[in-house]
């Protein structure tokens, strides 16, 4: 996130103070600030209420109202302005059966999964940190607010959230939440598996994934979503840069390439892993057609998750030269279509049309068939007779 956003977020506050009302930057971009790292999301927090901090800025859309949340356009930089609240008991353990807007910050912070998350700023250097977070982003901990037991009982994703933040950070889980976690792991039942998936979307992507694996399997949260993590040793030391390469070797330490389909991936995730399997396989023969038919990002997942996972050095580079070389890139390259095999043959399209089209593609590929309409129409002739 960048100066400007920040900015834009301070200028909010501003408006707000001026009118009387408490307000505040909360949330991952005071703990990213603080460590020094990229910020995401920059959120303000303040006593106003909704239809309150609606008067104040000419530009608002209503995001989240319910639970108290305006987006603000006024400062060029859209900024989301949630009211402080606390929320009434979790029937479920995923969600608060009611939300109350309070106008004190401490009952806002007392609510939030981690003393990292707690922490708030009112202006550049005046951090409110009434939970010790500070002392814990020293420490290198994730440390529940309050009593653990009671988080965790409130919304059984947090467990999962503070496994993906030690991945994130290479923090430690404190002892106590560490220990409830392992007392209501099988809450994780309760949550829908698409808030699963967005956790464990950040946790293959993470600069130390096997420190969350470990933890999934030693905790027991493991037991509760899918996958046998039997192999989760594959993480150690691997840098997924994506979620797509993350899920690609998650799914191909497990050997299941439904394992995405069962996490509700969306099929265009579906499809990059089923295609990062088949390059994998394809290494070991690399002809023409393999090198044309998958693009870069799935060669370099296949050759990324093939060298760490069997310890080799296939070179991604002279993989990608050798694609590059090919006489055409995609099938659109082909000087010639269908309709020109119509219209030479005479005959109606069927099961043939698509059978020649694919020698067409090979040859081309192979460099047996010049990409000439000639030459193409000449071969044609030989080779399909009616």
Do not use: C
């Not at 000419?58 to 009211?83: A, C, N, R, S």
């Not at 007392?110 to 990292?116: A, G, K, V």
């Not at 950070?169 to 809450?187: G, M, P």
């Amino acid at each position: 996130m960048t100066t400007m956003q920040f900015d834009a977020a301070f200028r909010v506050i501003d408006v707000l103070h001026e009118a009387g009302y408490d307000a505040v930057i909360v949330g991952g971009a005071v703990r990213d600030t603080l460590l020094g790292a990229p910020v995401h999301d920059v959120d303000v927090a303040t006593s106003a209420l909704p239809e309150q901090t609606k008067q104040l800025f000419d530009k608002t859309v209503d995001i989240g109202i319910e639970h108290g949340t305006v987006l603000v356009l006024d400062m060029d930089e859209p900024i989301e302005v949630t009211t402080f609240r606390t929320e009434g008991t979790y029937a479920d353990h995923r969600r608060p059966e009611t939300v109350d807007f309070v106008t004190n910050l401490a009952e806002d912070l007392r609510r939030r999964d981690f003393t990292i998350n707690a922490m708030a700023l009112r202006s550049k250097t005046d951090i409110v940190d009434l939970f010790g977070g500070q002392a814990d982003l020293a420490a290198h901990i994730v440390r529940a607010v309050g009593d653990a037991n009671e988080r965790f009982a409130e919304d059984a994703l947090r467990m999962l959230r503070a496994v993906r933040f030690s991945a994130k950070l290479n923090f430690d889980i404190e002892a106590t939440t560490y220990a409830a976690i392992t007392q209501h792991a099988s809450d994780l039942r309760y949550i829908a598996i698409e808030r699963i998936k967005a956790e464990f979307d950040q946790i293959v992507r993470s600069k130390h994934p096997y420190r969350a694996f470990r933890l999934l399997v030693d905790t027991g949260l493991a037991n509760y979503v899918p996958g046998n993590f039997q192999h989760i040793n594959a993480w150690q030391a691997f840098d997924a840069v994506n979620s797509l390469t993350g899920w690609a070797l998650f799914s191909y330490v497990e050997q299941d390439v439904q394992l995405i389909t069962k996490y509700r991936g969306s099929n265009k995730e579906q499809r990059f892993v089923k295609r990062v399997f088949a390059a994998i396989d394809a290494l070991a023969a690399l002809t023409p057609y393999a090198l044309f038919e998958f693009d870069e990002a799935e060669w370099r997942a296949a050759v990324k998750i093939w060298n760490h996972v069997h310890d080799t050095t296939d070179d991604i580079s002279r993989i990608l030269a050798q694609k590059a070389a090919l006489p055409i890139q995609q099938k659109s390259d082909i000087v010639v279509t269908g309709k020109q095999f119509l219209a030479w043959s005479g005959q109606k399209g069927g099961p043939w049309l698509k059978e020649a089209l694919q020698q067409l593609l090979y040859g081309v590929l192979d460099g047996s068939i010049n990409n000439d309409e000639h030459y193409i129409k000449g071969w044609f002739e030989r080779e399909w007779k009616f």
